[in-house]
């Protein structure tokens, strides 16, 4: 495997992920506002570095700050999810998680889609009423683990002995009614269109949140174990595979297993 690139061996990256066979590296940088203004100001940069071929490309998102220090996350594909406001204004627990591509044709990202942000709970700062957007995340929502990979219908099954419905809303915001239940995932049981209960759901070794122990999931653990990246409530739970409250080598270990006996 081929050296990180030089520009990225210095200590002044704020974030640092490995996805597939690239390497990314975020950080706050100055950049001008206008081009031939003279004024500068802070922006965000993203170097990508592939260590195969040890290309490196960067794009950066200008006159912006960003909060590292809660959902900020690289997926396969190159799709980031970053919590970051334009300057004078001030990042609260209500500012939205915006998603990026990172190979857009545009130098200046431009967001795709975003949603609400969660607090380190994974929970939403506001409290949930009856009635409310299935999107916003309720205070006080408990984690529930389960014993492994679990599909929507399956989980629709185990309640029809039971009053009531259960709804399954992704972190994107959107309600699941096939595939699979992934880590992170809102689970609410209706009666009569009322919220009468909720949980997220944990799914073991599911850390990246597809619903199954994957190669991406040992990569991520890795880096946490690593580099300290941040990781929320349930997808902690998810990746302590011996239960004993710690994130170690021991579940890195046992999350390898798990991905090569199911192939």
Request: with cysteine; proline share 4%.
């Amino acid at each position: 495997m081929g050296s990180a690139p030089e520009c990225c061996t210095t200590a002044w990256f704020s974030k640092v992920f490995c996805v597939d066979q690239d390497l990314y590296f975020l950080m706050d940088v100055t950049d001008v506002i206008e081009e031939g203004s003279g004024a500068d100001a802070p922006a965000i940069q993203i170097i990508r570095y592939h260590m195969e071929d040890e290309q490196t490309e960067a794009r950066i998102i200008r006159n912006a700050v960003c909060d590292y220090d809660r959902t900020c996350r690289v997926e396969s594909g190159g799709r980031i999810l970053l919590v970051h406001a334009p300057l004078l204004d001030e990042i609260s627990d209500l500012t939205p998680v915006r998603v990026y591509q990172f190979d857009s044709s545009e130098y200046v990202l431009s967001p795709q889609e975003e949603f609400p942000q969660e607090s380190e709970e994974g929970e939403s700062s506001q409290p949930s009423e009856s009635g409310t957007s299935s999107e916003e995340r309720p205070e006080q929502t408990l984690l529930y683990l389960f014993d492994g990979p679990i599909t929507v219908s399956e989980l629709e099954e185990s309640y029809t002995e039971h009053t009531g419905v259960v709804r399954v809303t992704g972190t994107d915001g959107r309600i699941k009614t096939s595939g699979r239940v992934a880590t992170g995932d809102l689970m609410e049981v209706l009666i009569d269109g009322q919220v009468s209960d909720r949980a997220v759901a944990c799914i073991p070794g599911d850390i990246t949140g597809r619903g199954k122990p994957s190669s991406a999931d040992t990569q991520l653990l890795y880096e946490y174990l690593t580099t300290g990246c941040y990781l929320s409530d349930a997808e902690w739970k998810a990746g302590d595979l011996n239960c004993d409250g710690i994130l170690s080598t021991g579940d890195l270990l046992l999350l390898k297993e798990m991905v090569w006996k199911q192939g």
